[in-house]
């Protein structure tokens, strides 16, 4: 038996993920543990051993396995958990690494991304649904005037998440993860909530805006992750429950491997499912559910971008972001019908961000999409902002270079 000290945002679910362990594992060795009331400092007990069955690690985060799916390849597992290639095949002297076969253990060494210090929300693990209502709960207890509430549920039933920031009269949205593999933006943005909320309560300023004096003039309206069906199976995979299961490895190529998925659980590309040339999208992607592009039986069709649109109908917003992964570019004009502003907002952007502004000309067209839809309908300034270098999913370890890229840009939006 070994003990683990409570740090700041912890839970006993991402405690047992750490060391490889279960949530039952941790209350079987420490009776009387409250599941979602540990405290900074609390001792807690972690099994060594024998632990229902397997055996359980040595009790060090220094490495986690993982079996080779079809497509697989050292890149793209490194890329997956965000560890150099180097290190990953030093790790594993036993494989060829120019030749993978499906079945073979990977061992994956820990390369953390470095926390915000007594930071809540976590920065150095896949961030998936459960992740993100774990932060949520931590960060309500913190700050409880944030305003928390649902816009809708998922196909499976998951709660479709906003946070308001602010009470003021301006009305902004911001988004993330309305693709499923770029799940990292959903981090990006509750990073933002938590910062934002420190500095509000502290009186402080958060990247040179005085942060309650934004509170009373503007109100932000943040759907973290747009997709949390897809989210989950892109990080813990289609499980035997999964209801989806059999049509989704169809879907996938026959692949158990969802690493590279893009649609929300049936199949269907959520940022192709707006009212902005919806036919033409449908006409240019796949015939039917798909990994990607597939634009599915009508607009608005699936339950995830129908919220996004009534939530949108419903305020009164002046502007809006749409996170994306990848290319380190943001797009802000559609057909021509951005507003003259939004030429100056993107270059405020880019003296922020470093980030390229691209009109969408010619190869960059793009259609039924949020941002498309967004100007199309409103003829106000929306962007979609694509964040991250190299292959999707994202590593974290790109995390606090994404930060500070965007911290500028996500408080100076809620200005104009």
Same mark, same amino acid.
């Given at each position: 038996?070994?003990?683990?000290?409570?740090?700041?945002?912890?839970?006993?679910?991402?405690?047992?993920?750490?060391?490889?362990?279960?949530?039952?594992?941790?209350?079987?060795?420490?009776?009387?543990?409250?599941?979602?009331?540990?405290?900074?400092?609390?001792?807690?007990?972690?099994?060594?051993?024998?632990?229902?069955?397997?055996?359980?690690?040595?009790?060090?985060?220094?490495?986690?396995?993982?079996?080779?799916?079809?497509?697989?390849?050292?890149?793209?597992?490194?890329?997956?958990?965000?560890?150099?290639?180097?290190?990953?095949?030093?790790?594993?002297?036993?494989?060829?690494?120019?030749?993978?076969?499906?079945?073979?253990?990977?061992?994956?060494?820990?390369?953390?991304?470095?926390?915000?210090?007594?930071?809540?929300?976590?920065?150095?693990?896949?961030?998936?649904?459960?992740?993100?209502?774990?932060?949520?709960?931590?960060?309500?207890?913190?700050?409880?005037?944030?305003?928390? /509430?649902?816009?809708?549920? /998922?196909?499976?039933?998951?709660?479709?998440?906003?946070?308001?920031?602010?009470?003021?009269?301006?009305?902004?949205?911001?988004?993330?993860?309305?693709?499923?593999?770029? *799940?990292?933006?959903?981090?990006?943005?509750?990073?933002?909530?938590?910062?934002?909320?420190?500095?509000?309560?502290?009186?402080?300023?958060?990247?040179?805006?005085?942060?309650?004096?934004?509170?009373?003039?503007?109100?932000?309206?943040?759907?973290?992750?747009?997709?949390?069906?897809?989210?989950?199976?892109?990080?813990?995979?289609?499980?035997?429950?999964?209801?989806?299961?059999?049509?989704?490895?169809?879907?996938?190529?026959?692949?158990?491997?969802?690493?590279? *998925?893009?649609?929300?659980?049936?199949?269907?590309?959520?940022?192709?499912?707006?009212?902005?040339?919806?036919?033409?999208?449908?006409?240019?992607?796949?015939?039917?559910?798909?990994?990607?592009?597939?634009?599915?039986?009508?607009?608005?069709?699936?339950?995830?971008?129908?919220?996004?649109?009534?939530?949108?109908? /419903?305020?009164?917003?002046?502007?809006?972001?749409?996170?994306?992964?990848?290319?380190?570019?943001?797009? *802000?004009?559609?057909?021509?019908?951005?507003?003259?502003?939004?030429?100056?907002?993107?270059?405020?952007?880019?003296?922020?961000?470093?980030?390229?502004?691209?009109?969408?000309?010619?190869?960059?067209?793009?259609?039924?999409?949020?941002?498309? *839809?967004?100007?199309?309908?409103?003829?106000?300034?929306?962007?979609?902002?694509?964040?991250?270098?190299?292959?999707?999913?994202?590593?974290?370890?790109?995390?606090?270079?994404?930060?500070?890229?965007?911290?500028?840009?996500?408080?100076?939006?809620?200005?104009?």
């Amino acid at each position: 038996m070994m003990t683990y000290v409570v740090r700041y945002g912890d839970t006993l679910t991402l405690i047992a993920r750490r060391f490889g362990l279960t949530v039952q594992d941790l209350v079987r060795v420490n009776p009387g543990i409250h599941l979602h009331q540990l405290q900074v400092g609390q001792v807690i007990q972690l099994p060594t051993g024998r632990v229902h069955g397997r055996t359980s690690p040595s009790l060090r985060p220094a490495q986690q396995q993982y079996t080779v799916q079809p497509g697989d390849t050292m890149w793209s597992i490194a890329q997956r958990f965000g560890v150099d290639l180097g290190e990953l095949i030093r790790a594993n002297p036993q494989l060829d690494p120019t030749n993978l076969q499906v079945g073979q253990v990977v061992n994956i060494p820990q390369t953390p991304t470095p926390a915000p210090a007594q930071g809540i929300v976590r920065t150095d693990i896949p961030y998936d649904y459960d992740v993100m209502q774990e932060d949520l709960q931590r960060l309500r207890q913190q700050y409880p005037f944030l305003q928390v /509430s649902s816009i809708g549920s /998922s196909v499976l039933g998951r709660d479709l998440t906003m946070i308001r920031l602010g009470q003021g009269p301006r009305e902004y949205h911001y988004n993330g993860s309305h693709h499923a593999r770029e *799940w990292i933006t959903t981090p990006l943005l509750m990073k933002f909530i938590e910062e934002y909320a420190r500095a509000y309560q502290s009186g402080g300023s958060l990247a040179g805006h005085n942060v309650r004096e934004l509170y009373n003039a503007a109100s932000i309206y943040i759907v973290p992750m747009v997709n949390p069906d897809g989210v989950d199976i892109v990080i813990n995979g289609v499980g035997p429950d999964n209801p989806f299961r059999s049509q989704l490895i169809q879907w996938n190529g026959g692949s158990t491997n969802f690493t590279m *998925w893009k649609a929300n659980i049936r199949g269907v590309d959520l940022n192709r499912q707006y009212q902005a040339n919806w036919e033409l999208a449908r006409q240019q992607g796949p015939p039917g559910p798909a990994p990607e592009d597939y634009a599915g039986p009508a607009p608005e069709s699936e339950p995830e971008s129908r919220a996004i649109a009534n939530l949108t109908r /419903s305020h009164d917003f002046r502007l809006v972001l749409a996170y994306h992964t990848r290319g380190e570019v943001i797009y *802000w004009n559609y057909l021509g019908l951005a507003p003259p502003e939004s030429r100056q907002i993107v270059q405020q952007f880019q003296r922020l961000s470093g980030y390229t502004p691209l009109d969408e000309p010619g190869e960059y067209s793009s259609n039924a999409g949020y941002k498309d *839809w967004f100007i199309l309908a409103y003829r106000r300034p929306g962007f979609t902002i694509e964040v991250a270098r190299g292959e999707n999913p994202s590593p974290l370890w790109q995390l606090p270079e994404i930060w500070n890229d965007n911290v500028g840009i996500l408080m100076y939006a809620a200005t104009v």
